[in-house]
Structures are given as structure tokens and as C-alpha cells.
């Protein structure tokens, strides 16, 4: 069964530094994953999804996530932190079947709150 | 293009009753799924309807059920309620059935329920 595992509940970071996120799935088959956003009383974004096309995935904001099929992970980061980036993130694991469809619902991290101090 | 909105934002029920919550998708969406989030379980899949079928389910007791109309709009229902229920009830649609990297889900703001 597929799973995913958030390492860091918490990660705190000054404003202008790096962020990492880190987050490593278990799936049966090829996998779909993703990154959302929750910024408090909203609802989720999604930052980036990871298609099989490319291991290197670009997404909105400046953020990117690196696929690596031997480690089982996909870690969520961003070069330069901005205030703005203070919010929830989620990686997402979903199973895609041999024809290409999805197996089943998204399975969600417990997520990982990221705060950026001035 | 109007995004995924989701009526009552804010809701109070007590122990027993019963409530129903409405999602209308983006146009052209033809699947929406609920989740609920929690403080404690973070965010679980409810279940998945697509063209007025639910084609997905998560690990949730009857209590909770749903229906998807022609227009794709849907509605969740939780009968009985317990104070565990209390949740931000997320809705969310995509054009075909979600988990596929092609099929992206935007999300709704949610349904805050509290159950005193």
C-alpha cells in the first residue's frame, strides 16, 4: 500500500536562506506525487506534481522537488525563503495503475509547518 | 474561471444531528472528493465521485455518505454526529478521477463544522 512520510513536522528558517522539506513515500507501482500549500484559512495549492517525465519538477513560486526512485523521496526546496512562504506543505503520494489511471484517493503527509523569521 | 466553492464556510451542530455540506466544482470538473482535517489525523480521503458514481472510498464509518448531480456539483452528508466529526471538511475537483499526475485537484476553502 502506497504511504508517504513527512520527516519534519516543523522547520524554521530565516528569511533570504534555503528551505528543505523533506518527504519519502512508499508505493507499489510507478508513483504520481505532489507538493500543496496551506496557507491558514485557506484552502490547499498545488506547488508541483512529479509526471515521470522529469526528475528535476519546477513549481510555482520558486519551489522545486527532486524525484529519486533509489532513496524513495522527494524533497520539497527553495533557494531563498520569503516571509510569504510561511505556511503548511504537504506531499502527496497517488498510485498510478499499469494503465496509466490512478489507483485510488491521494494519500497525504501529516504535512510540515514552515515559518520564516525577518 | 471561478474556483471550487463550498457552502456553509462556518457551521455549529450538537451531538446527534445531522449535516450536509455542498461543494460546486470548476466548470468542466466532472470529479469531486472530500477530505477531512484534523488536528490529530491531518488530511484523510472520504471518497471520490466522478459523472454522479463514487468511485473511490476512504476508511470512514456509514455515517458518512455523498451523492454527485448531473452538474457535478456534490453534497456530503454525516448523519449522527459525534464530537470527533469536528474538522475542516476540504472539497476538492478535477477534471477526470483524481491521483493522476494529469488530473490536478484545486482545492475549495472549506467547510469548518464544529460539534458541540
Known amino acids: 500500500a502506497q504511504s508517504v512520510t513527512q520527516l519534519d513536522s516543523h522547520v524554521s528558517v530565516s528569511e533570504g536562506t534555503p528551505v528543505l522539506l523533506r518527504c519519502n513515500y512508499s508505493s507499489s507501482y510507478s508513483p504520481s506525487l505532489f507538493w500543496y500549500v496551506q496557507h491558514p484559512n485557506k484552502g490547499l495549492q498545488l506547488l508541483l506534481k512529479y509526471t515521470s517525465a522529469a526528475t528535476l519538477v519546477k513549481g510555482i513560486n520558486g519551489f522545486e522537488a527532486e524525484f529519486k526512485k533509489s532513496e524513495t523521496s522527494f524533497h520539497l526546496t527553495k533557494p531563498s525563503a520569503h516571509m510569504s512562504d510561511a505556511a503548511e506543505y504537504f506531499c502527496v503520494v497517488s498510485d498510478l495503475n499499469g494503465y496509466g489511471g490512478s489507483q485510488g484517493n491521494l494519500i497525504f503527509g501529516k504535512g510540515t509547518k514552515l515559518s520564516v523569521k525577518p | 474561471k471561478a474556483g471550487v466553492t463550498q457552502t456553509p464556510r462556518y457551521l455549529i451542530k450538537t451531538r446527534g444531528q445531522q449535516v450536509t455540506l455542498s461543494c460546486s466544482p470548476i466548470s468542466g470538473h466532472r470529479s469531486v472528493s472530500w477530505y477531512q482535517q484534523t488536528p490529530g489525523q491531518g488530511l484523510q480521503f472520504l471518497f471520490e465521485?466522478?459523472?454522479?458514481?463514487?468511485?473511490n472510498k476512504g476508511n470512514f464509518p456509514g455515517r458518512f455518505s455523498g451523492r454527485q448531480f448531473s452538474n457535478s456539483r456534490s453534497e456530503m452528508n454525516v448523519s449522527t454526529l459525534e464530537l470527533g466529526d469536528s474538522a475542516l471538511y476540504l472539497c476538492?475537483?478535477?477534471?477526470?478521477?483524481?491521483?493522476?499526475?494529469?488530473?490536478?485537484?484545486?482545492f475549495g476553502p472549506g467547510t469548518r463544522l464544529t460539534v458541540l
Open positions: 465521485y466522478f459523472s454522479e458514481t463514487q468511485r
Open positions: 476538492a475537483s478535477s477534471l477526470g478521477l483524481s491521483g493522476s499526475s494529469y488530473n490536478e485537484q484545486f
